[in-house]
């Protein structure tokens, strides 16, 4: 009379709801699960009737659920805004982000390269230090102009292209693909503008040192569940596939295969969680009129499944629900195509200002004057530390 059951409901349900990157996307799993209840029932033996003990434990864990993503009361205040957003959703488990990356490792050294275990090669000879990376404030996703943490290794990597001149990426050019490609290499080095440029071969040049700053990233916002990170340069490494925006041949597949593997290095080396691989239009910011994309290299079009991410355009953009950012039609122009991150992001301010009671513009305006006190805060530190 006993029941076989067909996987215990509680245990099945984190580990899909964990494999499913997007928030939305895993509340809506969540949500339908609760209304179907298929996997939350287990299999009697023929002939057998449930007994009301396994009913009683089904009911449970469906009450589980409905806690779990049950429509709340409106929050009153930011920060209550953001934890009741939270509990909404399942966690990615740490183990499961640990998988997520790849275990890549150092196979061979010499003094001109480097080889990885996932096939990566490094050409270390164009290699120079700039300026040792300092530790970067992390603030809260909540409010105040005061950070909460602080961070010493790199947290994610932001891609760009190099916006330089291309020659037809064809066998007869070979030459010039080179003399171009090695006269990008100096310009970058010279400016100390990138940790790596990947160039139309797919060679992988390691420019600035990984323990010290690039000059890639500007005035830039990005944050994850740990918090808000603000100028980028310390905190992620710049990334950068010898390309231009609208080019014919904008990235060359063998280009794609090598930013691959390089992300898998770096994710392995460092722990960083894919929502940290980012573009640079996704981060780049112009506080002079407060709308995103001051850069916009990437700003549509980056082959995250090829280089293995899922589609980070998705996530909401930091800098517009954090620090009330705008953009405009000249900045959706350069997408190509709307992204969902975007509506995300305006979405979670909409909540947020009827959470506070204000309009939206109004709202924006608190926002943006938090931004401005850190940036002038971090500014003042900066030129203290040049002095």
């Given at each position: ?65 409905i806690a779990m993503v049950a429509i709340v009361p409106v929050p009153t205040g ?264 975007l509506d995300l992001a305006e979405l979670r301010v909409a909540r947020q200002s ?9 709202y924006r305006a608190v926002l943006q004057h938090r931004y401005k006190d850190i ?13």
């Amino acid at each position: 009379m006993a029941q076989i059951p067909i996987l215990d409901a509680s245990v099945w349900v984190e580990r899909q709801a964990g494999r499913i990157a997007d928030p939305v996307d895993r509340l809506r799993f969540l949500r339908r699960e609760m209304r179907q209840g298929t996997r939350l029932r287990t299999r009697p033996r023929q002939g057998t009737q449930p007994r009301p003990k396994h009913r009683w434990r089904q009911a449970s864990l469906v009450v589980g659920l409905i806690a779990m993503v049950a429509i709340v009361p409106v929050p009153t205040g930011t920060a209550e805004t953001f934890a009741k957003e939270e509990r909404l959703v399942v966690p990615i488990p740490k183990a499961l982000l640990a998988d997520l990356a790849p275990r890549v490792w150092l196979v061979d050294k010499s003094g001109a390269s480097e080889l990885y275990s996932n096939g990566l090669r490094i050409d270390l000879t164009f290699t120079v230090a700039n300026r040792p990376r300092s530790r970067f404030p992390i603030f809260s996703l909540a409010g105040g102009a005061e950070p909460v943490d602080e961070g010493r290794q790199p947290v994610g990597i932001v891609y760009h292209t190099t916006e330089s001149n291309l020659a037809p990426f064809e066998e007869e050019e070979n030459h010039r693909l080179q003399r171009i490609g090695r006269n990008l290499i100096e310009w970058v080095r010279q400016g100390r503008s990138y940790h790596y440029v990947i160039d139309r071969f797919g060679r992988v040049y390691r420019v600035v040192e990984e323990s010290d700053a690039a000059n890639h990233a500007g005035t830039s916002i990005w944050a994850d569940s740990r918090g808000v990170y603000v100028n980028l340069n310390d905190s992620f490494l710049g990334v950068s596939f010898e390309g231009r925006t609208g080019a014919v041949d904008e990235v060359t597949p063998a280009q794609v295969a090598a930013g691959k593997v390089l992300t898998e290095m770096l994710r392995s080396r460092y722990g960083i969680a894919t929502e940290n691989c980012v573009t640079h239009a996704q981060v780049s910011v112009n506080p002079q009129n407060m709308r995103i994309g001051e850069h916009t290299d990437w700003a549509g079009k980056f082959p995250f499944a090829g280089v293995g991410l899922p589609d980070n355009y998705s996530i909401p953009v930091a800098s517009m629900y954090v620090f009330g950012f705008d953009y405009d039609s000249v900045f959706l122009r350069a997408t190509g195509t709307r992204w969902r991150g975007l509506d995300l992001a305006e979405l979670r301010v909409a909540r947020q200002s009827a959470a506070e009671g204000l309009e939206t513009r109004q709202y924006r305006a608190v926002l943006q004057h938090r931004y401005k006190d850190i940036a002038s805060a971090l500014k003042e530190k900066s030129e203290e530390v040049m002095k």
